[in-house]
């Protein structure tokens, strides 16, 4: 017998998932049945929590360009799938939910477990549907799909229990309401006015200092981003989505920007005449010219959003690839080279100041820079990296060099803590042939990653054997990020009530598991640790106890977050260190003596 939920099963197949994660409940049991008569394809994926399974579809989506998938039961299961689909929302991620529902026949009656749904989705959802009936299965699923790769974001699709188990009813009676949907869909090729293209060149070709700033949208125009720059003798700027578009090893390519950035994408955007943003909403106007500076050029493919971070005189709609190649026959190519000089000298300093800081170990403790500096240059080609919400985002962002070919990403809308662990999974899911290193902090360690251990361990046939499988654990029991923003932000000292977190052997427990565990807590090891995780056989916890008073400077600070981080500084109590000394220095230094605009 063919159910309605073996329908749907076999429609989300016609659709190219291969691979659903989730977690059971009773309200998709007709589901768990229909995944076992499948008989691995479309294959469930056990996480530990419905929260990771969105995680795990979100990171399908980013590394795979595919639609992810992911199943949770009814009431709380459906509940806990929102933050990892906030997630692919704010990053403009495809991902079809599918969640269970109760019984049509108590819905209405404060029945158990029994929650609105559609309003629960709505928020999130650029479509979200209830299957009421045995021939909606079809079209409903297949405008999910449409949906979330048209507005790549997430579609919502949820089956109440009787339903899944009623025979399915794949091409309904032809009778008035009976919708007949196809499986299939192409991307769009946009390009924007022809005459707004002209302005656009016309601006670019008058600027003297252009400055390029990319993100994730311009991850299919690699070669085109590099034609401009050339073009224009610009510098290019990476968003955190962006990062893994140009290789950083590209003389011009300064980096990240923002609290998290380099000093070489700060200097660019401070001096700039012209601001070219391609395929980015990097909302933080503080890190971008000052209005009137620069004049501007966007390339994005929403409208909703092209020209909302920086006043443009040019709003190219469009793909970001398409739209460079129409906009380069119409560039002249730039004979005075002094401005790309300087973004290149500024660039070679970058690199040399992120040396020196990541050779420095205070008191014998391990410099929380030196973990990502020592991965860079042992990163195997092809690496897919991922990263969590905390202070190592920082040292992930600035010290690890990513290489042509290599992927990267993290939460970077939404900013929660808890998905490098289960984008990891995920990835190496996808690819079980390339290697995948997470960068985690302690606190999100704990928060989930933890837990998602288990599901390495449930799959460890399929995870060990191939390439490396390294979860880094960056282990200073502090969280540490929130603690230098309330020095900064607040003017307030650490609060141990709510950032000291317990010290916990990550490594002991990946060997409890059955896993790799490494510990490295001197110094002169960083390297060789990292040589023995990524020779390991199996997936590998690698702990690092590292220094939690190395701050996160940011490329430039503002007068008054400047004069808080000081006065928290000398007030906290906690703080002898010597490290801690020498930030409280500084930043004592830039509260008296930061000029008006509040850079240092």
């Known amino acids: 017998m063919n159910l309605v939920a073996d329908y749907v099963l076999q429609r989300l197949k016609a659709w190219g998932t291969h691979r659903v994660y989730g977690y059971p409940g009773d309200g998709i049991n007709g589901l768990l049945g229909a995944f076992d008569r499948a008989k691995g394809d479309p294959e469930f994926i056990q996480a530990r ?76 959802s650029e479509f979200c549907q209830m299957v009421t009936h045995p021939a909606q299965a079809r079209h409903v699923i297949d405008r999910a799909y449409k949906t979330a790769l048209t507005r ?94 140009l290789p950083d090893a590209l003389p011009y390519v300064t980096g990240p920007i923002g609290l998290l950035g380099s000093k070489a994408s700060d200097e660019m955007m401070r001096h700039c005449d012209t601001l070219l943003m391609v395929g980015t909403s990097f909302p933080y106007a503080e890190w971008l010219p000052d209005e009137g500076q620069a004049r501007g050029v966007e390339i994005d493919i929403d409208g909703r959003m092209i020209g909302m971070r920086y006043p443009m005189d040019a709003h190219l709609v469009g793909d970001a690839r398409e739209t460079l190649r129409a906009l380069v026959p119409l560039l002249r190519r730039k004979e005075d080279r002094g401005w790309r000089e300087r973004i290149e000298k500024d660039v070679r300093e970058w690199h040399r100041v992120c040396e020196r800081r990541a050779e420095q170990h205070f008191g014998g403790t391990i410099n929380p820079q030196a973990v990502a500096s020592e991965l860079s240059s042992r990163l195997p080609d092809g690496a897919i990296v991922t990263a969590d919400s905390g202070s190592g985002t920082n040292w992930w962002a600035r010290h690890l060099q990513l290489r042509e070919g290599m992927r990267a990403s993290l939460s970077g809308t939404l900013a929660t803590m808890g998905p490098a662990v289960p984008y990891a999974i995920a990835a190496r899911f996808a690819y079980p042939d390339r290697p995948v290193v997470a960068f985690i902090g302690d606190g ?157």
């Open 444 to 600: 999100a360690f704990q928060m989930n990653g933890m837990n998602e251990m288990i599901t390495v361990k449930r799959y460890l046939d399929r995870l060990r054997g191939g390439p490396p499988l390294v979860f880094c654990v960056l282990n200073n029991q502090d969280l540490n990020q929130v603690t230098w923003e309330q020095r900064a932000m607040g003017g307030d000292p650490k609060y141990p009530g709510s950032q000291d977190i317990p010290d916990v052997p990550y490594a002991a427990y990946a060997e409890l598991l059955g896993l790799g565990g490494i510990r490295c807590v001197e110094p002169k090891r960083v390297g060789a640790a990292w040589d023995a995780a990524l020779r390991s056989p199996v997936p590998v916890v690698l702990e690092f106890t590292v220094d939690a008073e190395i701050a996160p400077i940011p490329p430039h600070i503002m007068l008054d977050q400047g004069k808080k981080a000081a006065r928290a500084m000398v007030h906290d109590p906690g703080n002898t260190g010597i490290a801690v000394r020498g930030v409280r220095q500084k930043l004592t230094e830039f509260a008296g003596k930061l000029p008006g605009r509040g850079h240092g």
């Open 49 to 124: 929590h419905e929260e990771m399974a969105a995680f795990m579809a979100c990171g399908h989506a980013k590394f795979t360009g595919e639609a992810g998938c992911c199943v949770a039961t009814s009431g709380p299961g459906a509940i806990h799938l929102l933050n990892g689909l906030y997630d692919a929302k704010l990053d403009h991620q495809p991902v079809v939910a599918v969640v269970g529902q109760q019984k049509r026949l108590c819905l209405g009656s404060h029945y158990q477990q029994e929650i609105a749904l559609e309003n629960l989705f709505a928020d999130v």
């Open 152 to 245: 790549s974001g997430v579609a919502t699709v949820i089956v109440p229990e009787d339903v899944q188990e009623e025979r399915a009813e794949p091409s309904p009676p032809k009778t008035h309401g009976s919708v007949y949907s196809s499986v299939g869909w192409s991307r769009p090729r946009m390009l924007p006015d022809e005459q707004e293209l002209r302005r656009a060149a016309g601006v670019l070709n008058e600027g003297e200092k252009v400055a390029m700033l990319i993100g994730q949208g311009a991850a299919e125009a690699e070669a085109e981003v590099k034609e401009v720059a050339e073009l224009l003798g610009a510098g290019v700027a990476k968003a955190l989505l962006g990062r893994e578009v």
